[in-house]
């Protein structure tokens, strides 16, 4: 009888025990199965190197132009500032009408967190696909045909009307919730640059940033 | 019970079959004799019809795969060889493109007449969840078949509603990544898009599956929306409603045919014809006209996050429709307020169509905002409040009475 009864006893926890452990397993056994098949949704291995870093001159760039090369098949905007324009960055009458004036969410590197929003003042670097639902904005300088009179110069996503200044800050009351991302980029000349390379001494992140 | 009419499984092979697999008995108590409500209307040829629509959907796009090629670089140029050189290429990539049309106008009228007649309501509350579903998969496989083309429509308008999920805090830009394969919009999503277009309309086949099963669990709803009480109130299946149904069928096939003969391109973006450029958005980005109210309420708060939610949330009120609903009348011919507001549903979504299909500047924005306010308005508020207050007209004791005109019945001001 007493026997039994320890018996019955052992019995149960022992198979809860089993239960337990059987089902523990499986469970790691279905998540290590359906892995697999998850991750190879992500970028492939040919498609990552495919992004390496770019070199662009920017020499023939002049005062005033902006010119468009590809980076991870994005668009990256460079744009050279004039003096003007640069002094217009900084007046309140353009950063009254900006979301984030100061560039507070991170949207950049810290070596691009400042009011011209890159190293060089005279150079922008960012990468031309709209915060909201990711279109391509036009650069628009001032007295484009397309703006109204008060344009201070800067970008307009044809999409759904976005507007950002000439440091790719974005307006307030427009849809696009962020700045434009700046990229990690470095000078290796005075005009020669390397995108998707840090300066040295930065190891900033490029998929840290808020919003691509 | 009396022997089963003509037709039924009395020979030896279908004996020996249905033995094993009830098939022809299956079909001869769902198709033949399957007790349908006597006065059913024009409104309900829609169901037969859609589904019409996912047979001809599935075999075109069997026969366009066999020389569709999905890579970015050949994707644009074998859909033009389709159109140039394939035998009736042109007819069956015509009839596959406005057959996502019609197979949407189909749905479209389809759900509308479950919301005026209540076909939502007990017990149809999951057959009516089913249908949602399916109009959500729908929705799936229709934007990325028009992704398939690798036009300039079909690459932006994958870009703008792929980025629609980084509004997601945190996980957001993860989820991106793992639907585009890459950095951006591209082969490997191309490839993705076009495997999930293959499958899709077969997880619809079975969904519709299950939408029947709960159909034919409780039958019809019927234009007077109460239950059919027995033999006085239905008609079998066939010849009555085969013979409706084709009539029907006839009909939507002849206007489907004027559409791809005469005008196959209406429905659809001239900019598609133009091969993807990633570097160059078009200045308008506008989805297939299926989608613009949607779109519309998207646009319509300047806020992204928000403006998603709402998006979903379209959808989703759907769901809890069968709740939302107070009154315990069906049918919107005994529910003299609910009538009125159903009207100005239709209106609102007409309106919101033509929003989204224009630049949110100005007047648009006004009424774009109006109609999402009232959209959710109408589900949210007017739903539960309506069901309260509203006095229905007395319902007529049942359907056989109704449509005979039997005597005394209280439905003298039918119509
Ligand atoms: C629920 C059913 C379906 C819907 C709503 C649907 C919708 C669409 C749409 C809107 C397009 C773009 C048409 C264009 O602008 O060219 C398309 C293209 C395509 N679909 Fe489907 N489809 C369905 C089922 C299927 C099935 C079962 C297949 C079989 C593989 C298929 C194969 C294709 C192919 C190969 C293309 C590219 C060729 C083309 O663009 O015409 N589809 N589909
Ligand atoms: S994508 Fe630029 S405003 Fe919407």
């Given amino acids: 009888m007493a026997n039994e009864i320890t018996h019955g006893d052992a019995g149960v926890p022992r198979r809860d025990f089993l239960l337990l452990a059987a089902g523990a397993l499986g469970a790691v056994g279905v998540v290590s199965t359906i892995w697999p098949f998850i991750d190879s949704l992500e970028p492939a291995a040919d498609t990552i190197a495919a992004g390496a870093p770019i070199d662009v001159d920017l020499a023939p760039v002049k005062p005033g132009q902006q010119i468009t090369v590809v980076w991870r098949g994005r668009p990256i905007f460079i744009l050279r500032r004039t003096p003007d324009e640069l002094k217009e960055l900084q007046s309140p009458s353009d950063t009254t009408l900006l979301r984030d004036p100061n560039s507070e969410v991170d949207q950049q590197p810290e070596y691009a967190q400042n009011w011209h929003r890159s190293i060089n003042p005279e150079f922008l670097v960012v990468v031309g696909i709209c915060t909201h639902l990711g279109c391509i904005p036009m650069f628009e300088p001032r007295g484009s045909a397309l703006m109204d009179a008060s344009w201070p110069g800067g970008y307009f996503c044809p999409c759904h009307g976005s507007k950002y200044d000439l440091s790719a800050r974005v307006f307030a009351g427009v849809p696009a919730p962020y700045n434009l991302p700046v990229p990690p980029y470095n000078f290796t000349a005075k005009d020669r640059i390397t995108i998707g390379e840090n300066p040295k001494g930065s190891d900033w992140d490029f998929s840290s940033v808020e919003q691509i | 019970m009396a022997p089963p009419g003509p037709g039924a499984a009395n020979g030896r092979i279908t004996r020996w079959i249905d033995y094993r697999l009830p098939f022809v008995k299956v079909m001869h108590h769902e198709l033949y004799e399957y007790p349908t409500p006597r006065n059913l209307s024009y409104w309900w040829n829609f169901g037969s019809l859609a589904g019409a629509m996912l047979v001809i959907m599935i075999v075109t796009g069997i026969f366009l795969a066999m020389y569709y090629t999905p890579n970015a670089d050949l994707a644009f140029d074998s859909v033009e060889r389709i159109m140039r050189d394939v035998n009736y290429g042109w007819l069956l990539r015509y009839i596959h493109m406005n057959g996502a049309s019609m197979f949407f106008i189909v749905v479209y009228i389809h759900i509308f007449r479950g919301l005026y007649y209540g076909s939502y309501k007990y017990p149809r509350e999951l057959l009516w969840m089913l249908g949602v579903v399916i109009l959500l998969l729908m929705m799936a496989t229709a934007f990325m078949g028009y992704v398939l083309p690798w036009g300039q429509m ?143 309420i998207l646009r319509s708060v300047p806020n992204k996050l928000f403006g998603v939610i709402l998006l979903f949330s379209a959808i989703g009120v759907l769901f809890i429709l069968p709740w939302l609903d107070t009154s315990p009348v069906r049918s919107a011919k005994f529910r003299p307020v609910y009538k009125k507001i159903f009207w100005l549903l239709v209106i609102d979504v007409l309106a919101l169509g033509w929003v989204g299909a224009h630049p949110p500047e100005g007047i648009v924005v006004t009424v774009g905002r109006i109609a999402t306010f009232y959209y959710f308005l109408h589900f949210l508020v007017l739903f539960p409040l309506i069901g309260k207050l509203e006095r229905p007209r007395p319902l007529p004791l049942s359907i056989g009475a109704a449509v005979l005109g039997g005597g005394s019945v209280p439905v003298a001001e039918r119509g």
């Fill in chain 2, 154 to 296: 079909s690459y932006w308008g994958a870009t703008v509603i792929t980025n629609l999920f980084s509004a997601i805090p945190g996980v957001g830009h993860d989820i991106v990544t793992l639907l585009w394969g890459g950095y951006v919009v591209g082969n490997p999503t191309l490839n993705r898009f076009f495997s999930l277009h293959y499958l899709l309309p077969f997880v619809i086949v079975a969904v519709v599956g299950l939408h029947l099963i709960a159909l034919h669990t409780h039958g019809s709803n019927n234009p007077l929306g109460i239950d059919h009480k027995g033999p006085g109130d239905t008609i079998p299946f066939h010849p009555y409603y085969t013979v409706k149904d084709s009539f029907g069928l006839a009909v939507f096939l002849l206007i489907y045919a004027v559409i791809v003969f005469y005008a196959p391109n209406f429905l659809g973006d001239p900019q598609n014809y133009i091969p993807a450029n990633p570097l160059q958005t078009p200045p308008d980005i506008v989805p297939e006209w299926y989608f613009l109210p949607f779109y519309a």
